[in-house]
Structure formats: structure tokens, C-alpha cells
């Protein structure tokens, strides 16, 4: 038998809008089994059953998962680190208090209304770029399947002893007063909610078995059980204040991670070629050009005739509109370049570190 374990748990009636008991288990916040699983044996030894239960958990996480040093590990090696691989919002963590600019404090809307708002689904492994979208597309992590699973969340999404896993007003962000397994609990359970919008209708339901963002195992009727244990009116206490915010623009996104975080770079990689850089950023250059080019032909009309001709006011702006136009474009030019110096070294400096860490010694 998994264990769970009992914390308490305070929370605002003012905030959920209703009373909560003051001590509950935190343990699984669904009990319905989603996952289909093989018939358990009677009359099995203890110990054979607990191996079989665990081998079972661990079968439900991915074959492997990237370090921090870009290394491939197997999963079940490194249970704890592929878990918080796989909930990892430190980039959307770093950047909160911003996220307003990027979306609405709101669920994200129902896939059948991604479709009417003509957002192709492309599946993404990464949780951070979860329900970020752009024109035309939006991305979407598959729900794992051992968040389905709850003894997975008892074996390793319950706080350990001795924690304090009380929920303040202020949802605790990562690597303050809660402990690991409470930040991965939040972000867990933020991920499922975001799903409980996603998927409201049946029509919801088939188009997410369809882009396969369900495990093929789960049926409706299981899906609303499910749904309705999570207990989506009083749930904002306990997820991670990313998930406050539904959808996410990437555009705006890359705009903030540029200033704040990565200069030169944003959220999302735009340019998988040097040449793509130089297109897009030279496009926009030649396009300020030709409106330039317009400007400085009605300046030469305006002062062919008399009245503006002996205008001052008119001379002067002529006389620097003229010197920028040709100092302007340099300049620019001129800094293009030098991003993509930046760019090149920066990459450049990452392939010899790779490299050297890759040779052998």
C-alpha cells in the first residue's frame, strides 16, 4: 500500500469561496483510477505486489530525460529529476510578475474553440511552453501518464514529513517556504486544471484523443469523475501561479524574456539559420527605407514650391530629415551586424564547451 501524508492545509474562505476542513490528506486530488491496468493477482506475497506496484509506477514515466548539462539519463534511474524535468517552469517562473502583459488571469479556452479561432494543436514535452500560442498555432503538452495515476502522486507528489504545506493567500513560488515535492504538487495540479478547461466538452474530448494529448486508455465518463474531484471552483490556492493565466502570446513573450532576461534572445528561438536573421531583421530595414524614400520625394516637392521654399521651420526639418536618412540605415545596418556577432560567439562559445566536455580526457 502507498502511503499518504497529512499536513495541514489553511486556506481563505473569502478566496476559495467556501469553507475547507482544516485538516485534509494531501495526498492524490483525484481517486478515480483512469488508467487501465492488468488484472492483479490474489494470494500474491507482500513483497512481490510492492515490486510489482512500483515497476508499474515507474513504467508510466518517459524513457529518458535531458540534464541540465544537455546529458541523456533513463528515467526510472532518476525518478525525482525526470518528474521535475517534466513540470519545469522556471522560465515562466522567473518572468510572473510580467505575465499579465502575455494573458488574461484566465482558463484557457476549449479545444474546439482553438479550433474556431483556427490554432492548428502541435504537440510540445516541455511544460513551459504549455498553452503558449501564436498566429495559428497553439502548443500543448500531453498529460503525462503518471499525473493520471494516483498512487504515482502519493509515492512522489506528497509532501515529505515534516513539511509545512500550509497555503497562504499569496501562492508560494518555487524555492521559498514549501518544500520541493509542495512546488511540484502546484505546478501538477495547476497542469491538470489547464486540462479541465481544455477538455469541457465531449467534442473537447475526442479532438484531444485525436492530437493523442490523452492517454488512449481514458474514457469520458471517467473524464468528468475526474474533473469533478479536482474540484476546479476552490483549486487557485493550491496551483502554481502560472496557471493563474491561461494562454500565453508568444509574441509578447519573447518581447519580455528579450528585456528582461536574454537580450537578443527570446522565448522561443526565431531563427534556426543565420541567413533567416539576416532576412527577417534587413526586411523590416528595407521596408523603413522605401518610407524614407516617400518622405524625402515629398520634401524635395514641398520645397520646389515658393511657400514652403522660404519656410524655415520646413528647411530645418528637411536639413535633418536628410542627414538621417543617410545616417539612420548605417546605423542600423551597423547594429544588426553586431547582434550577430554577439549571437555568433555566444553559439560559438556553447559548441567549444560541448565539445570539450564531450572529448575524452
Known sequence: MLESCLVLEMVDNAQIGGEVGRE?????????RLLEHENE????????????????????????YRKESGDLAAATQHVAACVEKE??????????????????????????????????IFITERMDMHLV????????????????????????????????GSLDERPVLRGTQNCERQS??????????SYAALISHESDFRI?????????????????????????ENIYPRIDPRFYHGELRLTRLNKIYALSQTP??????????????????????????????????????????????????????SYGFTVFSILGPLITAALIIL???????????????????????
Not at 184 to 193: D, E, K, N, V
Open 264 to 317: 537578443l534572445r527570446g522565448y522561443m528561438a526565431r531563427w534556426d539559420q543565420y541567413s533567416a536573421f539576416f532576412r527577417d531583421n534587413f526586411a523590416w530595414l528595407a521596408s523603413a527605407m522605401i518610407y524614407i524614400i516617400i518622405v524625402l520625394t515629398a520634401m524635395q516637392v514641398g520645397l520646389a514650391t515658393e511657400s514652403l521654399a522660404r519656410n524655415n521651420a520646413f528647411q530645418s526639418a
Open 87 to 120: 513540470l519545469d517552469l522556471q522560465r515562466l517562473a522567473s518572468i510572473h510578475g510580467w505575465l499579465w502583459v502575455a494573458g488574461l488571469p484566465l482558463p484557457p479556452r476549449p479545444l474546439h474553440h482553438q479550433l474556431l479561432l483556427r490554432r492548428e
Open 24 to 32: 485534509e490528506y494531501q495526498g492524490p486530488p483525484f481517486s478515480i
Open 133 to 164: 500560442w501564436t498566429t495559428g498555432r497553439i502548443f500543448l503538452k500531453p498529460i503525462p501518464s503518471f499525473l493520471l495515476e494516483p498512487g504515482f502522486w502519493a509515492e512522489y507528489l506528497c509532501c515529505t514529513h515534516g513539511c509545512d
Open 41 to 64: 493477482h490474489e494470494n500474491e506475497h507482500a513483497g512481490d505486489a510492492s515490486r510489482r506496484d512500483r515497476d508499474r509506477l515507474l513504467s508510466l514515466l518517459p524513457a529518458s
Open 208 to 232: 484531444a484523443q485525436d492530437k493523442h494529448l490523452l492517454p488512449p486508455s481514458v474514457r469520458w465518463p471517467m473524464w468528468r469523475t475526474f474533473v469533478e474531484q479536482l474540484d476546479t
Open 339 to 361: 547582434a550577430f556577432c554577439c549571437i555568433f560567439i555566444s553559439n560559438l562559445s556553447k559548441t567549444i564547451e560541448f565539445r570539450k566536455r564531450r572529448r575524452p580526457s
Open 184 to 193: 511540484l504538487r502546484q505546478r501538477a495540479l495547476g497542469f491538470l486544471f
